[in-house]
């Protein structure tokens, strides 16, 4: 049974950071490329981040290059999100994703419907 789950999220103000962290199962990851996905209130869930779970290759939106990283630790099964110097458009609820489709990561990142498996998701809210 496949299983995702994400923790992390939570109240920060600007400037302040959060880590993000999925935990995965049922699934074997090796063949998958993980994503962070997040959705505002009234938006479409838009891909945040990825990486190919063997090669780490990643992958960032421009909004947040430079200040989100992106890593996996491959005895636990873990994804990680760290988000440094937050700002209030950066609220959303964020999402894991895994996707076993043979493309590039930009695209996987653009099309959230090329996914197979998706949690929960965690919220993040960033005061001004």
């Given at each position: 049974?496949?299983?995702?789950?994400?923790?992390?999220?939570?109240?920060?103000?600007?400037?302040?950071?959060?880590?993000?962290?999925?935990?995965?199962?049922?699934?074997?990851?090796?063949?998958?490329?993980?994503?962070?996905?997040?959705?505002?209130?009234?938006?479409?869930?838009?891909?945040?981040?990825?990486?190919?779970?063997?090669?780490?290759?990643?992958?960032?939106?421009d909004s947040?290059?430079?200040?989100?990283?992106?890593?996996?630790?491959?005895?636990?099964?873990?994804?990680?999100?760290?988000?440094?110097?937050?700002?209030?458009?950066?609220?959303?609820?964020?999402?894991c994703a895994?996707?076993?489709?043979?493309?590039?990561?930009?695209?996987?990142?653009?099309?959230?419907?090329?996914?197979?498996?998706?949690?929960?998701?965690?919220?993040?809210?960033?005061?001004?």
């Open positions: 049974q496949v299983h995702m789950m994400e923790s992390g999220g939570g109240v920060v103000q600007t400037g302040g950071s959060l880590r993000l962290s999925c935990t995965a199962s049922g699934f074997y990851m090796n063949e998958y490329t993980l994503c962070w996905f997040r959705q505002a209130p009234g938006t479409e869930r838009k891909g945040v981040s990825c990486i190919a779970w063997i090669s780490g290759r990643t992958y960032y939106t947040v290059k430079g200040r989100f990283t992106i890593s996996r630790d491959h005895t636990k099964n873990i994804l990680y999100l760290q988000m440094n110097s937050l700002n209030p458009e950066d609220t959303a609820m964020y999402y895994a996707s076993n489709r043979m493309t590039n990561l930009q695209a996987l990142a653009l099309n959230p419907d090329l996914f197979d498996y998706y949690g929960q998701g965690t919220q993040v809210t960033v005061s001004s």
